[in-house]
Protein backbone atom coordinates (compact mmCIF):
# COMPACT_ATOMS: atom_id res chain seq x y z
CA UNK A 1 0.00 0.00 0.00
CA UNK A 2 3.18 2.32 0.72
CA UNK A 3 4.02 2.68 -2.57
CA UNK A 4 0.49 3.63 -4.63
CA UNK A 5 0.27 5.64 -1.51
CA UNK A 6 3.12 8.04 -2.21
CA UNK A 7 2.47 8.14 -5.80
CA UNK A 8 -0.72 9.63 -4.94
CA UNK A 9 0.77 11.78 -2.80
CA UNK A 10 3.21 13.34 -5.09
CA UNK A 11 0.71 13.73 -7.89
CA UNK A 12 -1.45 15.59 -5.67
CA UNK A 13 1.88 17.77 -4.51
CA UNK A 14 2.07 18.65 -8.60
CA UNK A 15 -1.43 19.29 -9.50
CA UNK A 16 -1.64 21.48 -6.23
CA UNK A 17 1.70 23.23 -7.70
CA UNK A 18 -0.07 24.04 -11.24
CA UNK A 19 -3.46 25.09 -9.61
CA UNK A 20 -2.23 27.56 -6.86
CA UNK A 21 1.15 28.61 -8.44
CA UNK A 22 1.53 28.06 -12.36
CA UNK A 23 -2.06 28.62 -13.24
CA UNK A 24 -2.31 31.89 -11.22
CA UNK A 25 1.18 32.96 -12.93
CA UNK A 26 0.06 32.56 -16.24
CA UNK A 27 -3.14 34.41 -15.92
CA UNK A 28 -1.11 37.34 -14.34
CA UNK A 29 1.31 36.81 -17.32
CA UNK A 30 -1.94 37.21 -20.10
CA UNK A 31 -2.68 40.29 -17.91
CA UNK A 32 0.55 42.50 -17.62
CA UNK A 33 0.64 41.53 -21.67
CA UNK A 34 -2.66 43.75 -21.88
CA UNK A 35 -0.86 46.03 -19.73
CA UNK A 36 2.29 46.95 -21.43
CA UNK A 37 0.18 47.28 -25.23
CA UNK A 38 -2.50 49.57 -23.07
CA UNK A 39 0.25 51.93 -21.42
CA UNK A 40 2.14 52.03 -25.07
CA UNK A 41 -1.27 52.78 -26.73
CA UNK A 42 -2.03 55.55 -23.72
CA UNK A 43 0.99 57.31 -24.22
CA UNK A 44 0.65 56.97 -28.22
CA UNK A 45 -2.75 58.47 -27.79
CA UNK A 46 -1.40 61.76 -25.66
CA UNK A 47 0.97 62.68 -27.95
CA UNK A 48 -1.49 62.80 -30.69
CA UNK A 49 -4.19 64.53 -28.73
CA UNK A 50 -2.81 65.53 -25.72
CA UNK A 51 -5.69 64.03 -23.54
CA UNK A 52 -4.85 63.89 -20.47
CA UNK A 53 -6.97 60.94 -19.40
CA UNK A 54 -4.64 59.34 -21.42
CA UNK A 55 -1.74 59.77 -18.94
CA UNK A 56 -4.16 58.63 -16.25
CA UNK A 57 -5.20 55.37 -17.73
CA UNK A 58 -1.00 54.90 -18.03
CA UNK A 59 -0.78 55.59 -14.85
CA UNK A 60 -3.55 53.20 -14.03
CA UNK A 61 -2.08 50.47 -16.09
CA UNK A 62 1.74 50.96 -15.11
CA UNK A 63 0.63 50.75 -11.42
CA UNK A 64 -1.23 47.52 -12.31
CA UNK A 65 1.87 46.11 -14.03
CA UNK A 66 4.12 46.74 -11.26
CA UNK A 67 1.86 45.43 -8.87
CA UNK A 68 1.65 42.15 -10.90
CA UNK A 69 5.28 41.87 -11.75
CA UNK A 70 5.74 41.98 -7.49
CA UNK A 71 3.06 38.85 -7.29
CA UNK A 72 4.65 37.21 -9.89
CA UNK A 73 7.94 37.55 -8.56
CA UNK A 74 6.44 35.89 -5.29
CA UNK A 75 4.56 33.16 -7.18
CA UNK A 76 8.13 32.01 -9.48
CA UNK A 77 10.09 31.49 -6.37
CA UNK A 78 7.61 28.62 -5.17
CA UNK A 79 8.49 27.10 -8.27
CA UNK A 80 12.35 26.71 -9.46
CA UNK A 81 15.36 28.78 -9.78
CA UNK A 82 14.96 29.45 -13.89
CA UNK A 83 11.40 30.60 -13.09
CA UNK A 84 12.38 32.95 -10.45
CA UNK A 85 15.06 34.39 -12.86
CA UNK A 86 12.50 34.99 -14.95
CA UNK A 87 10.15 36.85 -12.92
CA UNK A 88 13.14 38.91 -11.64
CA UNK A 89 14.37 39.93 -15.06
CA UNK A 90 10.98 41.60 -15.75
CA UNK A 91 11.60 44.71 -13.13
CA UNK A 92 14.74 46.22 -14.92
CA UNK A 93 13.63 46.75 -17.98
CA UNK A 94 10.06 47.67 -17.24
CA UNK A 95 11.61 50.39 -14.75
CA UNK A 96 13.72 51.71 -17.32
CA UNK A 97 10.49 51.98 -19.13
CA UNK A 98 8.17 53.66 -16.98
CA UNK A 99 11.17 55.53 -15.13
CA UNK A 100 10.89 58.16 -17.60
CA UNK A 101 7.78 58.17 -18.61
CA UNK A 102 6.75 59.15 -15.10
CA UNK A 103 9.71 61.74 -14.88
CA UNK A 104 7.55 63.67 -17.69
CA UNK A 105 4.19 63.06 -16.09
CA UNK A 106 5.41 64.49 -12.98
CA UNK A 107 6.81 67.77 -14.10
CA UNK A 108 4.03 68.55 -16.88
CA UNK A 109 6.32 68.21 -19.77
CA UNK A 110 4.74 68.99 -23.66
CA UNK A 111 3.26 66.34 -25.72
CA UNK A 112 6.02 66.52 -27.91
CA UNK A 113 8.70 65.39 -25.28
CA UNK A 114 6.60 62.48 -24.71
CA UNK A 115 7.38 61.64 -28.74
CA UNK A 116 11.00 61.69 -28.09
CA UNK A 117 10.90 59.57 -24.90
CA UNK A 118 8.32 57.40 -26.96
CA UNK A 119 11.52 56.93 -29.27
CA UNK A 120 13.73 56.67 -27.09
CA UNK A 121 12.17 54.18 -24.84
CA UNK A 122 10.99 51.43 -27.68
CA UNK A 123 14.03 49.42 -26.70
CA UNK A 124 12.78 49.25 -23.12
CA UNK A 125 9.63 48.42 -24.08
CA UNK A 126 10.19 45.86 -26.47
CA UNK A 127 12.85 44.28 -24.01
CA UNK A 128 9.93 44.11 -21.22
CA UNK A 129 7.89 42.61 -23.69
CA UNK A 130 10.39 39.93 -24.41
CA UNK A 131 10.71 39.23 -21.14
CA UNK A 132 7.04 39.00 -20.56
CA UNK A 133 7.20 35.89 -23.19
CA UNK A 134 10.38 34.59 -21.69
CA UNK A 135 8.46 34.29 -18.46
CA UNK A 136 5.73 32.72 -19.99
CA UNK A 137 7.65 29.90 -21.66
CA UNK A 138 9.16 29.25 -18.87
CA UNK A 139 5.84 28.55 -17.19
CA UNK A 140 4.65 26.53 -19.94
CA UNK A 141 7.40 24.38 -19.83
CA UNK A 142 6.98 24.41 -16.08
CA UNK A 143 3.35 23.08 -17.09
CA UNK A 144 4.19 20.63 -19.36
CA UNK A 145 7.18 19.06 -16.79
CA UNK A 146 4.69 18.29 -14.49
CA UNK A 147 1.92 16.85 -16.97
CA UNK A 148 4.72 14.47 -17.72
CA UNK A 149 5.60 13.67 -14.49
CA UNK A 150 1.88 13.33 -13.38
CA UNK A 151 1.36 10.83 -16.41
CA UNK A 152 4.25 8.86 -15.22
CA UNK A 153 3.70 8.80 -11.72
CA UNK A 154 0.01 7.46 -13.08
CA UNK A 155 1.46 4.77 -14.93
CA UNK A 156 4.05 2.94 -12.10
CA UNK A 157 0.57 3.93 -9.54
CA UNK A 158 -1.36 1.91 -12.38
CA UNK A 159 1.02 -0.24 -12.04
CA UNK A 160 1.07 -0.94 -8.22
CA UNK A 161 -2.42 -0.95 -7.74
CA UNK A 162 -2.56 -4.22 -10.60
CA UNK A 163 -0.04 -5.91 -8.21
CA UNK A 164 -2.22 -5.12 -5.09
CA UNK A 165 -5.33 -6.95 -7.15
CA UNK A 166 -3.86 -10.46 -6.57
CA UNK A 167 -3.74 -9.24 -2.75
CA UNK A 168 -6.21 -7.35 -1.88
CA UNK A 169 -9.32 -6.81 -4.18
CA UNK A 170 -11.20 -4.22 -1.82
CA UNK A 171 -7.99 -2.11 -1.49
CA UNK A 172 -7.46 -1.82 -5.02
CA UNK A 173 -11.20 -0.58 -5.75
CA UNK A 174 -10.38 2.41 -3.37
CA UNK A 175 -7.04 3.18 -5.00
CA UNK A 176 -8.86 2.97 -8.66
CA UNK A 177 -11.18 5.33 -7.50
CA UNK A 178 -8.50 7.57 -6.25
CA UNK A 179 -6.46 7.37 -9.96
CA UNK A 180 -9.94 8.33 -11.47
CA UNK A 181 -10.64 11.29 -9.83
CA UNK A 182 -6.63 12.37 -10.43
CA UNK A 183 -6.70 11.39 -14.11
CA UNK A 184 -9.67 13.75 -14.22
CA UNK A 185 -8.16 16.27 -12.55
CA UNK A 186 -5.39 16.46 -14.30
CA UNK A 187 -7.30 16.47 -17.64
CA UNK A 188 -8.89 19.56 -16.15
CA UNK A 189 -5.96 21.56 -15.21
CA UNK A 190 -4.60 20.04 -18.71
CA UNK A 191 -7.09 21.68 -20.76
CA UNK A 192 -6.61 24.99 -18.27
CA UNK A 193 -3.93 25.59 -19.43
CA UNK A 194 -4.50 24.96 -23.32
CA UNK A 195 -6.89 28.00 -22.54
CA UNK A 196 -4.58 30.27 -20.72
CA UNK A 197 -1.73 29.71 -23.65
CA UNK A 198 -4.66 30.29 -25.81
CA UNK A 199 -5.23 33.64 -23.90
CA UNK A 200 -1.91 34.49 -24.34
CA UNK A 201 -0.88 34.04 -27.59
CA UNK A 202 -4.10 36.40 -28.28
CA UNK A 203 -2.71 39.03 -25.96
CA UNK A 204 0.41 38.63 -27.92
CA UNK A 205 -1.56 39.08 -31.71
CA UNK A 206 -3.90 41.98 -29.99
CA UNK A 207 -0.79 44.03 -28.91
CA UNK A 208 0.76 44.35 -32.22
CA UNK A 209 -2.69 44.42 -34.11
CA UNK A 210 -2.94 48.24 -35.70
CA UNK A 211 -6.28 47.87 -37.79
CA UNK A 212 -9.51 46.96 -36.88
CA UNK A 213 -9.62 44.27 -39.35
CA UNK A 214 -6.13 42.68 -37.50
CA UNK A 215 -8.01 43.07 -34.13
CA UNK A 216 -11.46 41.71 -35.06
CA UNK A 217 -9.46 38.58 -36.74
CA UNK A 218 -7.52 37.98 -33.59
CA UNK A 219 -10.51 38.71 -30.99
CA UNK A 220 -12.42 36.07 -32.91
CA UNK A 221 -9.64 33.49 -33.54
CA UNK A 222 -8.94 33.59 -30.06
CA UNK A 223 -12.16 33.61 -28.70
CA UNK A 224 -12.59 30.18 -30.47
CA UNK A 225 -9.35 28.96 -29.45
CA UNK A 226 -10.47 29.73 -25.88
CA UNK A 227 -13.67 29.15 -25.45
CA UNK A 228 -14.38 25.73 -28.08
CA UNK A 229 -17.60 27.82 -29.46
CA UNK A 230 -18.05 26.95 -33.07
CA UNK A 231 -18.40 30.57 -34.24
CA UNK A 232 -17.80 33.73 -32.80
CA UNK A 233 -19.36 37.63 -33.87
CA UNK A 234 -17.41 40.63 -33.02
CA UNK A 235 -19.06 43.81 -33.46
CA UNK A 236 -17.75 47.33 -32.44
CA UNK A 237 -18.92 50.82 -32.97
CA UNK A 238 -16.16 52.92 -35.26
CA UNK A 239 -15.07 55.71 -33.15
CA UNK A 240 -14.59 57.99 -36.37
CA UNK A 241 -18.29 57.44 -37.54
CA UNK A 242 -21.96 55.90 -36.40
CA UNK A 243 -21.06 52.97 -38.22
CA UNK A 244 -20.46 49.09 -36.79
CA UNK A 245 -17.46 46.78 -37.67
CA UNK A 246 -18.35 43.23 -38.10
CA UNK A 247 -16.69 39.71 -38.29
CA UNK A 248 -17.87 36.14 -38.15
CA UNK A 249 -15.42 32.85 -37.94
CA UNK A 250 -16.02 29.31 -37.36
CA UNK A 251 -16.08 25.87 -39.04
CA UNK A 252 -17.89 27.56 -42.41
CA UNK A 253 -15.49 30.00 -44.21
CA UNK A 254 -14.89 33.44 -42.50
CA UNK A 255 -16.89 36.53 -43.51
CA UNK A 256 -14.92 39.37 -44.03
CA UNK A 257 -14.71 42.66 -42.12
CA UNK A 258 -17.38 44.66 -43.27
CA UNK A 259 -19.51 48.17 -41.79
CA UNK A 260 -22.83 48.51 -41.13
CA UNK A 261 -25.22 51.05 -39.93
CA UNK A 262 -25.57 51.46 -36.16
CA UNK A 263 -29.41 51.69 -36.31
CA UNK A 264 -30.91 48.09 -36.01
CA UNK A 265 -27.31 46.91 -35.07
CA UNK A 266 -26.59 44.09 -32.05
CA UNK A 267 -24.73 46.99 -30.15
CA UNK A 268 -27.46 49.03 -30.07
CA UNK A 269 -30.07 46.54 -28.92
CA UNK A 270 -27.83 45.73 -25.77
CA UNK A 271 -27.24 49.76 -24.69
CA UNK A 272 -30.94 49.89 -25.17
CA UNK A 273 -32.01 47.05 -23.46
CA UNK A 274 -29.09 45.05 -21.82
CA UNK A 275 -27.29 41.87 -22.32
CA UNK A 276 -29.41 39.48 -20.33
CA UNK A 277 -32.54 40.74 -22.25
CA UNK A 278 -30.57 40.75 -25.67
CA UNK A 279 -30.20 36.91 -25.27
CA UNK A 280 -33.46 36.12 -24.17
CA UNK A 281 -34.80 37.40 -27.19
CA UNK A 282 -33.32 34.41 -29.40
CA UNK A 283 -35.45 35.94 -32.54
CA UNK A 284 -34.43 39.13 -32.18
CA UNK A 285 -30.94 38.32 -31.78
CA UNK A 286 -30.54 35.95 -34.43
CA UNK A 287 -31.94 38.58 -36.93
CA UNK A 288 -28.97 40.79 -36.15
CA UNK A 289 -26.45 38.29 -37.00
CA UNK A 290 -25.21 37.90 -40.62
CA UNK A 291 -25.77 34.29 -41.82
CA UNK A 292 -22.62 32.07 -42.50
CA UNK A 293 -22.47 29.85 -45.50
CA UNK A 294 -23.41 26.03 -45.11
CA UNK A 295 -24.81 27.06 -41.24
CA UNK A 296 -28.76 26.44 -42.23
CA UNK A 297 -29.27 27.44 -38.90
CA UNK A 298 -27.64 24.61 -37.14
CA UNK A 299 -25.68 27.42 -34.72
CA UNK A 300 -27.17 28.65 -31.64
CA UNK A 301 -26.17 31.76 -29.31
CA UNK A 302 -24.54 30.53 -26.39
CA UNK A 303 -23.33 33.68 -24.87
CA UNK A 304 -23.83 37.42 -25.42
CA UNK A 305 -21.00 39.66 -23.54
CA UNK A 306 -20.61 43.22 -24.20
CA UNK A 307 -17.67 45.54 -24.75
CA UNK A 308 -16.95 48.51 -23.21
CA UNK A 309 -14.88 51.77 -23.84
CA UNK A 310 -14.57 53.31 -19.86
CA UNK A 311 -18.28 52.64 -18.84
CA UNK A 312 -20.14 53.04 -22.44
CA UNK A 313 -20.64 49.89 -24.48
CA UNK A 314 -19.15 49.94 -27.64
CA UNK A 315 -19.73 46.68 -28.97
CA UNK A 316 -20.43 42.81 -28.28
CA UNK A 317 -18.90 39.36 -28.57
CA UNK A 318 -21.34 36.26 -29.43
CA UNK A 319 -20.64 32.58 -29.26
CA UNK A 320 -22.44 30.74 -31.09
CA UNK A 321 -22.39 26.81 -30.86
CA UNK A 322 -23.64 23.60 -32.66
CA UNK A 323 -26.51 22.17 -30.84
CA UNK A 324 -24.92 18.81 -30.78
CA UNK A 325 -21.76 19.96 -28.94
CA UNK A 326 -21.28 19.33 -25.35
CA UNK A 327 -22.29 22.49 -22.62
CA UNK A 328 -19.42 24.30 -22.07
CA UNK A 329 -17.82 24.62 -18.34
CA UNK A 330 -18.33 27.13 -15.83
CA UNK A 331 -14.53 27.71 -16.09
CA UNK A 332 -14.94 28.94 -20.08
CA UNK A 333 -17.47 31.68 -18.58
CA UNK A 334 -14.94 33.39 -16.75
CA UNK A 335 -12.15 32.58 -19.43
CA UNK A 336 -14.42 34.83 -21.93
CA UNK A 337 -14.74 37.60 -19.19
CA UNK A 338 -10.80 38.08 -20.03
CA UNK A 339 -11.51 37.69 -23.67
CA UNK A 340 -13.76 40.73 -23.10
CA UNK A 341 -11.26 42.81 -21.73
CA UNK A 342 -8.53 42.08 -24.11
CA UNK A 343 -10.92 42.49 -26.85
CA UNK A 344 -12.12 45.91 -25.86
CA UNK A 345 -8.66 47.19 -24.54
CA UNK A 346 -7.22 46.43 -27.59
CA UNK A 347 -10.41 47.75 -30.12
CA UNK A 348 -9.75 50.94 -27.58
CA UNK A 349 -5.92 51.22 -28.46
CA UNK A 350 -6.73 51.07 -32.56
CA UNK A 351 -9.23 53.80 -31.96
CA UNK A 352 -6.57 55.78 -29.92
CA UNK A 353 -5.19 57.05 -32.53
CA UNK A 354 -7.82 58.80 -33.62
CA UNK A 355 -8.91 62.81 -33.07
CA UNK A 356 -11.35 62.37 -29.99
CA UNK A 357 -13.62 65.20 -31.76
CA UNK A 358 -14.38 62.41 -34.07
CA UNK A 359 -15.95 60.30 -31.78
Known amino acids: MAVPARQSWLITQLLGETTDVIAPAQLLVGQLQSDLANELAALQSYALAGDRASLDSYRMRADDSEERVASLERLAVRLDEPSAAHARALR ?7 RPNDA ?4 GAARSDFTTVLERGQTWYDSSARAVAELSSSLANQVALRDERVRALERLSLA ?15 VLVLTFQEKRLSAALYHRAVEEAALGQMARRLSVAVTHDEAMLSI ?22 STISMVMTGEAPSLPCKRSPYRGSLTEMIVMHGASAVTADVEALHARLPALPGDAGRRRVELVVPLFSGQKTR ?26 SLASAALRRVDGGWPSSGR
Open 104 to 107: LIER
Open 220 to 241: TEGTLAVTGASSAFVEWKVSRS
Open 160 to 174: ANAGLVLAALVAMSG
Open 315 to 340: GALVLLRDPSAPTPREDGRRQLQLVS
Open 92 to 98: YPMDRWH
